[in-house]
């Protein structure tokens, strides 16, 4: 399948065969331009007139940090070590998440106009979606460092690891929004359906509480949840003195390589149904 990129972008083609596309090298500068371009336009028009800007990115974790905080702490008496700023973690590594396939769900027609545009690589608005919200967790990060301080917890010799989490979720996340992001195209319930599907994730996710609590008879259906061993993992590099268990996380790596390609491959070939959809 060839998709020829022309038009108002600089003329190319790009070969879909294998895992990747053929690109020259001026090819893959152009993407990674038009990515960066995407990116910029994207925080800029949602934080155009607001007068907090990307602080809002922040409410909303914090906000919920606080009903969690008060429930949790003072009335259940959940006894966890360091728990705002482990629950602060954890709602950062599922804001990141739940963003991204939220917004996937819509991308293509909120981009309908771009879409319509000759020799447009459609392929990397859901990717432009995730790196958006990445953007956000990376921002947000300095505050979580500044809780931990706060809270009393030594920065760990392992947070370099922190990068390799991340390239997991990201490669974890794009696979999915590739399938969302087509199917909504066809399915105008897929975003409704997904909205539910991740409120009950969320709560079979160990964000508000540490996986240490769950019951024995339950832990084998938290392993099957790759998102409970990232938000594990995440806090192991950030607030804990020990490794993250790297087992689940290769077999996390793999699925994702093979959900990414699963998924760019079903988005290419529901591509050429776009324009007559949206």
């Not at 998102?227 to 994702?256: E, F, K, T």
């Amino acid at each position: 399948m060839e998709t020829a990129i022309g038009g108002g972008f600089p003329a190319m083609k790009v070969v879909h065969r294998g895992l990747f596309p053929q690109l020259s090298r001026r090819e893959v500068l152009h993407l990674r331009d038009l990515i960066y371009q995407l990116v910029g336009r994207e925080l800029k028009v949602r934080y155009k007139r607001s007068v907090l800007g990307i602080a809002w990115t922040l409410l909303n974790p914090l906000s919920q940090l606080l009903v969690f905080a008060t429930v949790f702490r003072s009335v259940l008496k959940l006894s966890i070590p360091h728990y705002a700023s482990s629950v602060f973690c954890g709602l950062m590594v599922w804001t990141w998440f739940q963003a991204s396939l939220t917004e996937a769900t819509g991308v293509i027609n909120a981009n309908a106009t771009l879409i319509r545009q000759p020799g447009f690589p459609n392929i990397i608005l859901p990717i432009v979606t995730i790196l958006v919200h990445m953007i956000h967790f990376v921002l947000a990060l300095p505050v979580l460092l500044l809780f931990l301080l706060i809270d009393g917890v030594t920065f760990q010799s392992d947070i370099w690891q922190l990068p390799v989490l991340m390239l997991l979720q990201l490669g974890f996340t794009a696979g999915l929004s590739y399938i969302l992001a087509a199917t909504s195209v066809s399915f105008y319930d897929t975003k409704y359906t997904v909205g539910v599907l991740l409120q009950l994730l969320f709560y079979a996710t160990p964000v508000f509480y540490d996986i240490s609590v769950i019951p024995d008879r339950y832990q084998f259906w938290y392993w099957l949840n790759p998102m409970s061993h990232l938000v594990s993992a995440y806090r192991a590099v950030l607030l804990q003195d020990a490794q993250p268990n790297w087992l689940p996380l290769l077999g996390i790596g793999i699925g994702a390589l093979g959900l990414f390609v699963i998924g760019r491959g079903y988005f290419i070939a529901q591509s050429d149904r776009f324009v007559e959809k949206i």
